[in-house]
């Protein structure tokens, strides 16, 4: 195995970083202080572990490796293990041969064995934080990991955690945790950072890499240390004062996507009822070119951050006795929307003397965006759900998602002549790229677009809009 790069010298005085001074950086750490002697930073090697090799792990892991830090990834499911040490990628973000020339150099590995932290310098934590049934806030995964990685912390390892979560948990949970189970003091024997992962699949202009990259440590020592670690593989790092305004950070950015899609999505149903078109209001606000930013209504939101994470904070807020009302109501609009399209759906089909009951119904795209093949908390599962509720009988067409097992159902061929005919509607749930809208809007007897993909075709008054 070749040997790992190491760590650039990156002096703890340096100035490459915004703001340092404002969140009490200091320039005179005493790394001796927090385990490690001060000439370490060009003396180490630095080695990697990432716990977690999902939609954020694997692309952050891969980062490591890119930059020549060999990294070793801790990934509860064997599986995934063998599909990375044989090469393969099954994130899609992640290309089969990137990945695969990183295994080959010896820089990326993975396992299901903690003791592997052991030599590592930091190990980065991006395990799943989802609600529990009462929505609330589920850290189970993300404790039980720390119960073990704590069983192998040593002295001058850093901790982050860069899943979504409160404020509060890196210096309430997960610092205590790694405490008790190595004997060790968090911010004296060893760091511990938070640092936001912001992903977001699919997405090409940004990357993990070139993402910035928000850090905050226990101690200004702590973060020092973490930005050590970050800097040499990401192109910029943003220091702040504390974990808590780290963690604030990301939900306050998920939260406003979630508002103002919100915002959107009301105005949509207003609309509707009004007779106007949304999407051409939404456009021409656009043209102004200050004061407004676009959002899009839709079919409801999807994915792991924006219709969980903004209710990691309103359960913590009850702590302080204080009520978030935009999120709650933005939670309530947003979740509606599958209902709404429902609703939508069956107007469409009653102009054609139809009911719900008994319709073929194509659900076209299923992802909880397009382009991409994440299922998690899609909207187009509820769709599905509601109309067979209402006795439709619904098939659906992804090619990004050939099976939907939670459904039990799998993605019908789109062959033959005008298959979109033999259907009573369409649904344009999630609208892929790769899908021609205009053979849709000529074939299909009536069309339900809750995502504008027939925008500017004309058609013949059987393309409903959102
Ligand atoms: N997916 C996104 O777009 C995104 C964006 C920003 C932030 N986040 C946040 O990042 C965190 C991780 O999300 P994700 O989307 O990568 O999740 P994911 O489900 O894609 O990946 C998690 C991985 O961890 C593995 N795992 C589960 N328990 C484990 C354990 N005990 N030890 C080792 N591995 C274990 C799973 O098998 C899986 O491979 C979440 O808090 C999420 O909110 C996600």
């Not at 789109?414 to 892929?432: K, M, Q, S």
Request: glycine share 8%; with cysteine.
């Amino acid at each position: 195995m070749p040997q790992a790069r190491r760590l650039p010298a990156v002096a703890v005085a340096s100035p490459p970083f915004v703001g340092r001074e404002a969140m009490g950086y200091n320039p005179t750490f005493d790394g001796a202080a927090a385990g490690r002697s001060s000439s370490d930073p060009q003396e180490l090697p630095v080695k990697i572990a990432v716990i977690g090799l999902g939609y954020v792990g694997l692309p952050l892991a891969m980062v490591f490796a890119e930059a020549g830090i060999e990294v070793v990834g801790i990934e509860a499911v064997a599986s995934r293990c063998d599909e990375i040490n044989a090469g393969r990628s099954y994130i899609q973000d992640v290309p089969g041969e990137s990945l695969a020339a990183m295994v080959a150099e010896g820089l990326l590995h993975a396992t299901t064995d903690y003791a592997a932290t052991e030599d590592c310098d930091a190990d980065i934590i991006c395990l799943p934080t989802p609600l529990n049934a009462n929505r609330e806030p589920d850290l189970t995964l993300v404790k039980d990991a720390t119960v073990k990685l704590a069983g192998h912390l040593r002295r001058g390892q850093l901790v982050t955690l860069e899943s979504t979560t409160y404020p509060g948990t890196t210096r309430d949970e997960l610092a205590p945790i790694l405490e008790a189970g190595s004997g060790l003091k968090a911010g004296v024997d060893f760091h511990v950072a938070f640092s936001p992962e912001r992903v977001d699949p699919g997405r090409t202009d940004y990357t993990t890499k070139s993402t910035p990259k928000v850090i905050g440590g226990l101690t200004p020592a702590c973060t020092a240390r973490a930005l050590e670690v970050y800097k040499p593989a990401l192109d910029h790092v943003v220091p702040v004062s504390t974990p808590e305004v780290a963690e604030m950070t990301k939900l306050l950015e998920n939260i406003f996507r979630s508002v103002n899609i919100a915002l959107m999505n009301e105005l949509a149903m207003l609309c509707d009822r009004m007779r106007i078109d949304v999407w051409e209001v939404i456009d021409a606000a656009a043209t102004k070119p200050f004061g407004f930013m676009k959002f899009q209504p839709g079919p409801g939101l999807g994915g792991h951050c924006i219709p969980i994470d903004p209710f990691y904070l309103s359960w913590k807020a009850r702590e302080f006795d204080f009520w978030t009302e935009f999120i709650e109501l933005a939670g309530k609009v947003n979740e509606n929307m599958p209902y709404f399209c429902v609703e939508k759906l069956h107007r469409a089909l009653n102009t054609r003397g139809k009911s719900l009951n008994g319709a073929k119904v194509l659900v076209l795209g299923v992802a909880y965006k397009a382009d991409i093949d994440d299922l998690r908390e899609s909207p187009a599962l509820k769709v599905i759900r509601l109309l067979r509720a209402q006795g439709a009988d619904v098939r659906y067409h992804d090619a990004y998602c050939p099976q939907l097992p939670e459904l039990e159902m799998s993605s019908v061929p789109l062959e033959g002549e005008r298959p979109y005919a033999a259907y009573d509607v369409v649904a344009i749930v999630t609208a892929h790229s790769a899908v021609d809208y205009r053979v849709v809007a000529q074939e299909a007897d009536l069309v339900v677009d809750f995502r504008n993909a027939t925008a500017g075709l004309s058609s013949a008054g059987n393309v409903w809009k959102l």
